[in-house]
């Protein structure tokens, strides 16, 4: 599914060249990007993948939009003047009517996050905060969340909470979060996923993004520089180092020639 068809970067110029986020593109030609199923923005440090999905995200006020500022130029909001001047167009339904709005589950997921989330879930105390306040996001009335907090089920589900963090590895856990984060029919932005996780287990969220974005009608675009996330995801991709913003195959791109390379030299070592 296509919520999102296109977003367009603003190509406004303003006098310093160092001001934020306007620095992260004025040496862009193209600041146009189109959105397949599955997108990604491919780059090295500093190439504005990040600030690209935080600009989508903002534009678009989506869950876990953060604002950013640039004190050190007065107290002009750049950051919100940028925002304003970025557009976008929405894709259609299956029976090619334009939607008037993302879902309202969509969401954009940041590495820390989940490894903030880890860290909260792997302290007790917080543990039923943190459960009663995902039923409240998700709409439980009062009452309901009431009753959920003196139950068998909230004493069964922190026990089996508190049995994963002891049994599976951060990694394990981050996959299991983006499992319960991710629902059908949604758009998703997702900054470097692969944090913390082995190269399986970054080939194994590759393969569910797939399913997710084919069956479940969910739409992602995802910053990521693995080569096991770029192999295996049946994305576009746009390659941010390159001022064209080009998209490319996966197999063109730097960091996966890299390790091409790499393996490569040492090939005598695993005959």
């Not at 992260?24 to 189109?34: A, D, G, P, R, V």
């Not at 909001?77 to 925002?83: A, H």
Request: aromatic fraction near 14%; glycine fraction near 4%.
């Amino acid at each position: 599914m296509i919520y999102l068809s296109s977003f367009q970067f603003s190509d406004k110029k303003v006098k310093n060249p160092y001001i934020y986020p306007y620095n992260i593109f004025s040496q862009k030609y193209e600041k146009l990007l189109l959105f397949a199923p599955i997108t990604v923005l491919y780059g090295g440090n500093a190439s504005g993948k990040s600030t690209m999905l935080n600009i989508m995200a903002n534009r678009l006020q989506l869950e876990g939009h953060e604002y950013a500022s640039c004190n050190r130029f007065g107290i002009e909001p750049y950051f919100k003047n940028f925002v304003d001047e970025c557009a976008y167009t929405l894709g259609d339904d299956d029976d090619g009517r334009q939607f008037w709005a993302v879902p309202s589950k969509s969401r954009y997921i940041k590495s820390e996050d989940l490894l903030y989330e880890v860290k909260k879930i792997q302290q007790e105390q917080i543990l039923e905060d943190g459960y009663i306040y995902e039923h409240i996001r998700r709409g439980m009335p009062k009452e309901q969340r009431e009753a959920l907090k003196n139950s068998n089920q909230m004493i069964w589900q922190m026990e089996c909470i508190k049995f994963a963090q002891e049994k599976y590895s951060n990694g394990e856990t981050v996959m299991q979060m983006l499992d319960d984060y991710i629902e059908p029919d949604a758009l998703y932005l997702l900054d470097e996923p692969e944090v913390s996780l082995s190269p399986e287990n970054q080939t194994k969220l590759a393969e569910s993004l797939n399913r997710s974005a084919r069956f479940l009608g969910c739409q992602f675009v995802i910053s990521t520089h693995s080569p096991f996330m770029l192999g295996t995801l049946n994305a576009r991709i746009y390659n941010l180092d390159t001022k064209e913003l080009e998209v490319s195959r996966w197999t063109e791109l730097e960091n996966v020639r890299y390790f091409y390379q790499f393996f490569e030299k040492h090939r005598h070592e695993f005959q």
